[in-house]
């Protein structure tokens, strides 16, 4: 068994700043790519940041320059440090882990989502 989970969203106003964070526990043998994606009401669901075993960092253009992606191998655990939010940040936000399990198969796993929630 594998579990995802998300914490840190909130209501938060224009300008200000969110830190979400995200684990994968369970029966792991090794975690590749961690990510976060958001799905805003009425809109598909899009990558915000990825990043992989190696520290490579992927960002949406929307938010580069105003959030971050660290990731912490150790405890399979990232965060994603998000700056000067804006109401079009508003969404949930979904992290996921793409890993392999100790019976033998890669997939990806996702987290239930987080609200953000950006007042102007």
């Known amino acids: 068994q594998v579990q995802v989970v998300e914490s840190g969203g909130g209501l938060v106003q224009a300008g200000g700043s969110l830190r979400l964070s995200c684990a994968a526990s369970g029966s792991i043998i090794n975690v590749y790519a961690m990510g976060w994606h958001r799905q805003a009401a009425g809109k598909q669901r899009e990558l915000v940041a990825s990043i992989n075993s190696g520290g490579r960092t992927d960002y949406a253009a929307s938010v580069k320059g105003r959030f971050t992606i660290s990731r912490d191998n150790a405890n399979n655990k990232i965060i994603l440090q998000a700056n000067n939010l804006t109401p079009e940040d508003t969404a949930v936000y979904y992290c996921?882990?793409?890993?392999?399990?100790?019976?033998?198969?890669?997939?990806?796993?996702w987290g239930q989502g987080t609200q953000v929630t950006v007042s102007s």
């Open positions: 996921n882990a793409d890993l392999l399990g100790n019976w033998g198969q890669r997939n990806t796993y």
